[in-house]
């Protein structure tokens, strides 16, 4: 099945700098999901945007998505250490998600 | 609320034998649980979708008579992953949604670590 690739896949940044993920998707969805995942664990599911939705919010995260880009951006801002961890997007198409790669961010305290 | 376990949280076994591994969703009642494999520092592949009283549909390439998923009841699915091999060995990830029709939100269990040996 066709997933959403992630760029970059690994990001260092030291506490307090803005990290941004970047997603690419192939198909129409009907929304795009970002999760986190800490090492060895499951996911968390940290924000959700349609189709008809161009940017949303979240406390420190903001999600962009372009439909005619077939992109989507994830955007953590004033990192702390705790963010460090996985940033998956998935394609949420035919009652199924599907998984990018992924990144992996390391934040320096 | 929301919340999903997995039991075992990891399990290491000998080449040949099986292995449960359950699903529950513990404050919520899943029309659908989703079973994914993840390898290290890979992305998550899902494996089958199952809903409460049906047989499961498996993504093209997953061996149904190899991975067996029951969805016994809207709170609990197990999968067994018969005649383990090293090569099986993986974390198993199972997730529960609510949803009917299109998936806005899946919760995840912490996932089970296979070792094959």
């Known amino acids: 099945s066709q997933q959403g690739e992630e760029d970059p896949q690994a990001l260092s940044i030291q506490e307090g700098e803005n990290a941004t993920m970047n997603c690419s998707y192939k198909?129409?969805?009907?929304?795009l999901q970002w999760y986190r995942q800490n090492s060895g664990r499951g996911l968390v599911h940290l924000i959700l945007?349609?189709?008809?939705?161009r940017e949303k919010h979240s406390g420190r995260l903001r999600v962009t998505l372009d439909t005619s880009k077939k992109s989507s951006s994830l955007l953590i801002t004033a990192s702390r250490a705790a963010d460090t961890a996985s940033y998956f997007c998935?394609?949420?198409?035919?009652?199924?998600?599907?998984f990018g790669k992924g990144n992996q961010v390391v934040v320096i305290p | 609320g929301a919340v999903v376990s997995q039991h075992p949280s990891w399990v290491i076994c000998k080449s040949g034998t099986s292995v449960k591994i359950e699903c529950r969703s513990l404050?919520?009642?899943?029309?659908?649980m989703f079973w994914y494999r993840q390898f290290p520092k890979q992305s998550l592949m899902l494996m089958a979708t199952?809903?409460?009283?049906?047989?499961?549909?498996?993504e093209q390439g997953v061996e149904k008579d190899k991975f067996l998923i029951n969805h016994a009841s809207l709170t609990l699915s197990t999968l067994t992953v018969t005649s383990a091999h090293p090569e099986d060995s993986s974390f198993y990830i199972c997730?529960?949604?609510?949803?009917?029709?299109?998936?806005?939100?899946?919760?995840f269990g912490p996932g089970t670590r296979l070792t094959v040996t």
């Open positions: 997730s529960a949604s609510m949803d009917r029709g299109v998936l806005y939100e899946q919760y």
């Open positions: 198909t129409s969805i009907n929304n």
């Open positions: 945007i349609r189709s008809n939705e």
């Open positions: 998935a394609e949420a198409r035919n009652n199924r998600l599907a």
């Open positions: 404050d919520f009642q899943a029309t659908t």
């Open positions: 199952s809903n409460e009283g049906s047989k499961a549909t498996y």
